[in-house]
């Protein structure tokens, strides 16, 4: 019995898929535009994840990139004994922990460590080129190689000229050159001025196509400039375990083309890692969300066809099919849709990959690519997603064949069936369990759980658009004829209405949702904004280290200042070093204490529970009135009290005030509560580089705090007072009150002023963050209006084809030909209108529910946190208002006035 079910079913769906197959020659264009929006979507993914899958080098080409024709890379990472993973890859001290290897490596010491007859050369991957570009000082990443060597020369591919060969000659890569515009043979001279290359040819790194450098080992580079140095070397045989084992009892690690003998090799290729629960949790949800989306869209297209093939159908209900085959032959025209998009799909995106690589490594990548190869794993999740996607498309369309009545479908009578209203009790039910799931996880901080109650509250909105289209056809009884017929039309097919609004509601409702976050994220970010200096204020720091040239005298300085900026006050500013005698690795940390009494007792940290949060909350010694600067950073200073009006913008009577403190070799701070009975307790520490405490040092000298001009935590040093904690004032450039904020020609022109007298860069103190979020606001609002013009186009154009009759009577009774015209703007306005003001509302309650969660869970925290202020994305909302008018103009323009009278049979 089960055999010949299952033989029945078979023979069913083989049926149904041939009925497909003609029905999607037959009614060509429908199937286009189902094929069109399946086919995209897929096109587009199989682009990024072929794309992504050759850009993921395997670690047969990493090491083969790293090697060239060398047969290992060295790389002295410490100064005693480790051990290394097979690959060289990562390492770990044998004792205690890895002291890493600071000092430089000379050609000398590598070459005991390797085998008779071995040859060696370094490359330094990273050091600092620094260049005069346009009047500014920029800094170019560059390699330190000797490209005359056959071993380093295989790392490059030269693309004009030749290589370096002298210490005053350099190559660039491409995007180097035209940043420079510069040629070959041409001249590049260091920010400096002391030193001039001159260019001699072009290459390339398949590892890096950005701006690039490359120097000869001779060029005047100092060792501690460079970073990630390694050895390529060429070994009389192969690698073996004693070599292994010796050159990791110095420190060294070796990577080869094959395992390091002696060695645990790890299992993967360190590609693709499987993603944490979270992250692929995300991934799902947010594909979830792109799945609905498609199938929003192509869901009208196979309820009109459903609609136009009625009498087929009945057909087949006379000739004993039931409602499963009746349901077969819909689905069946999903799966073969869904499968040839899928199909159409991964041909053009594997095309378009293999087509765009080039573009891919140049402005994307940055790098060259690995193999060509084509991810199967990926492309059959997202043939098989597509495929789904048709199925899901087609089942709503599927039920409702099903469930027609055979009589009317013979005759050729419309039936609209009845809207249940379990369907509005469901979406109420949804969109309320979707908002409560998106307020807990915003609450508890749970992104997957926002995602979750999102998603389940656009499900809910989906399934209430009947209910509303039905309400709005209700309410159009008083309009005029043609929005009156759009309406109505709307109502009676709601099943091809329902899901482009649908559509259209959630690419909406997503970006003014995401709009609305990013738009209160960026007035949180200036709200919270606190510069380091006065706005306008502008500091001179040294391009380059000060020695061997010392900074000229301020006089010197404030004369090219002021023929810049008319009525600017120029001081130097100094900072406190440790005082000689030192060693080269110290430096000094300066802190003024806080009295023990006036200290926060609880540790940010340690505060979990929340009644150490709402004790901290409470306490006024938690509330620090000043905090660390978001722009310039400047350390403690030492000062006389010259630098204090360019440093601080206080009033002038209280900078009178801290001067006269400081001149009595006093300090001056901002913080009230660091200034106990007019005296300051501050601290001085020896560090080295490896955190270890030399010496230390703590004084309580006459103090004033400055209550005037920025809240931010600063200690100004008399020379005096470091004098007492062991401490030097070292010049690191000059502060500039200026009158008004400079401009960038101005910034341009005292960069050249001030050229011939020092190597300075004017920095300028912003008033707010320079991060704008109207180009992603935007970029928001371009995406879901091609959604929504997209979605408002296709359903207009079904419910078009589908009315010709409607049509045909108008004009048989007197109608206007421009009535279709007419009828089709207002077609596409109860489309795109309906579904932008049921988007706008749900992206900014979705919006509302999520900031206020966070704001709450942010009012119980301790350190405190700005709340986010609720702002409208009014550039993303602009745009959006304006998209149904673009759709109902775009219905006008295509749309014929005139329709040939058709005859109709009922």
Known sequence: MSRDRLTGALGSWRAALRIARREALRARGRTALVLAMITLPVLALTFVAVSADMAELTRAERIERRLGTADAELRWVAEDAVTQEAWGETYWARQGEAVTRTRPVAAAEVATLLPAGSRATEVRWWVPFDVRVDDRNETFPARVLDLTDPLARSLVRLRAGRVPAAPDEIALSDPARDRLDVRVGGMVRTADGSRAYRVVGLVEFADDLRELVVLHPDAPVAPSEASGGSWLVDLPGPVDAALVDRLNRHGVTISSREPAPGTEAPGDDGRFALPDAETAGNATLVG?????????????????????????????????????????????????????????????????????????????????????????????????????????????????????????????????????????????????????????????????????????????????????????????????????????????????????????????????????????????????????????????????????????????????????????????????????PRQPDDYCVVDAVVPPDRTCPYDAEASNSPELRRRALADSRCRAPVRAPDGIHLPAVVDDGSALPGLTGAPPQEVAAAAAVLRAGGAVVTDPRLVVDGRVTVSTSRLADSAEVRATATRTIPGYALRGGLPVDRLVLSPAAAGQLDLAAEPTGYVVDTVAPPSAAQRDRLAAALRPVAPLVPEVQQEEPASDQRPVLLLLAVGSGVITVGAAGVATGLAAAEGRRDLSTLAAVGASPRVRRTLSLCQAGVIAGLGSVLGILAGLGSALIILVSFNRQYARSWPVESPYPLVMPWPTLGVLVLVPLVAMLGAALFTRSRLAVERRLD
Request: hydrophobic share 55%.
């Open 288 to 580: 979830g969300l792109a799945l609905l989306e498609v199938v929003l869209l192509v869901g009208p297209a196979f309820a009109v066809g459903v609609r136009r093939r009625r009498r087929d159908l009945a057909l087949v209900a006379v000739a004993g099919g039931d409602a499963v085959h009746l349901r077969r032959i819909v689905l069946a025209d999903g799966l073969v849709l869904g499968g040839a998009g899928a199909a159409l799909g991964l041909l053009l995106g594997i095309a378009a990959a293999f087509a765009g690589r080039p573009l891919v490594e140049q402005y994307v990548i940055q790098a060259r690519s690995g193999g060509y190869r084509v991810f199967p794993a990926a492309l059959v999740a997202i043939g098989a997603v597509a495929v789904l996607a048709g199925l899901l498309a087609a089942l709503a369309p599927a039920w409702t064949a099903a469930r027609q009545d055979v009589v009317d479908g013979l005759a050729g009578r419309r039936t609209v069936p009845p809207h249940r209203r379990r369907w509005l009790v469901i979406g109420v039910a949804l969109t309320g369990l979707g908002a409560a799931t998106a307020a807990v996880g915003a609450q508890r901080g749970g992104q997957l759980v926002i995602l979750t109650g999102l998603v389940l509250g656009e499900l809910g909105l989906v399934f209430t658009i009947p209910t509303l289209i039905g309400l709005f056809a209700r309410a159009g009884r008083m309009l005029p004829l043609s929005p009156r017929i759009a309406l109505r039309d709307a109502s009676r097919n709601r099943s091809s209405a329902a899901p482009a609004i649908s559509a259209v509601m959630a690419a909406v409702a997503g970006s003014v949702a995401l709009g609305a976050y990013v738009a209160s994220d960026d007035a949180r970010a200036r709200a919270d904004w606190l510069p380091g200096m006065p706005p306008g204020h502008v500091l001179l720091t040294p391009s380059g280290p000060t020695d061997p040239q010392p900074l000229p005298a301020t006089s010197a300085i404030a004369d090219v200042v002021r023929a810049e900026l008319a009525g600017a006050g120029v001081a130097r500013l100094d900072v406190p070093v440790c005082a000689a």
